[in-house]
């Protein structure tokens, strides 16, 4: 990670421990109103990109939304403990589809 960017994830503790030994800094949301704090805290603490487990972000949704038409951070999602719910990759779908003008992904 010498790029100079901070990397963080947020989840749940079982979800995002492994991700420690990878050198990613790692905040623990068990709850909506934990995910919100740790998401706005990391945004204000300049983190550049933050990933976020798929289960917290479907009850964080309005406060990932603040960061959708900014520069930074990239909030990206991930599968949690439980696997994926598929919400990362319509992300990336929808993001390919407005970048080319069609999801060339399907």
Do not use: W
């Not at 749940?12 to 800094?25: K, M, N, P, Q, V």
């Not at 990933?51 to 479907?58: D, G, I, S």
């Not at 951070?73 to 990759?89: D, H, N, R, V």
């Amino acid at each position: 990670m010498s790029s100079g960017y901070k990397l963080a994830v947020l989840g749940d503790r079982e979800s995002i421990l492994g991700y420690r030994t990878l050198g990613f800094h790692v905040r623990e949301a068990e709850n909506e109103a934990d995910g919100r704090r740790e998401l706005s805290d990391l945004a204000k603490e300049g983190y550049a990109v933050i990933y976020v487990t798929e289960q917290l972000a479907c009850r964080i949704e309005d406060e990932i939304a603040k960061y959708k038409d900014s520069p930074l951070p990239a909030i990206i999602l991930i599968p949690g403990k439980t696997g994926s719910l598929g919400i990362g990759m319509k992300g990336v779908h929808s993001a390919v589809e407005r970048a080319v003008g069609a999801d060339i992904l399907a």
